[in-house]
């Protein structure tokens, strides 16, 4: 794999043949796999973005309006 190249992560539900999560008709993603696991909860995988998964069919999580307020990368301490 390429060195510069960024992994980017998205949610699918923990079910045989799970959908992708998304809004609006975009995909959501994000680029670190710890702070999607220590975010979200529920019946829930985080793997890699699908190869014939388009730029433009993704919304990164921290452009979200229910994910807005946070700061990325994240400072776990703040949430204690």
């Not at 014939?52 to 301490?77: I, M, N, T």
Request: with cysteine; aromatic share 8%.
């Amino acid at each position: 794999m390429d060195g510069g190249a960024v992994v980017m992560w998205a949610i699918q539900e923990d079910r045989l043949n799970g959908q992708l999560l998304s809004w609006n008709g975009k995909v959501l993603v994000h680029n670190d796999r710890g702070e999607l696991e220590f975010l979200l909860t529920g019946d829930i995988r985080i793997i890699p973005c699908p190869p014939s998964l388009r730029p433009e069919d993704c919304l990164e999580l921290r452009f979200h309006p229910h994910y807005a307020h946070h700061q990325f990368p994240l400072v776990r301490s703040a949430y204690r």
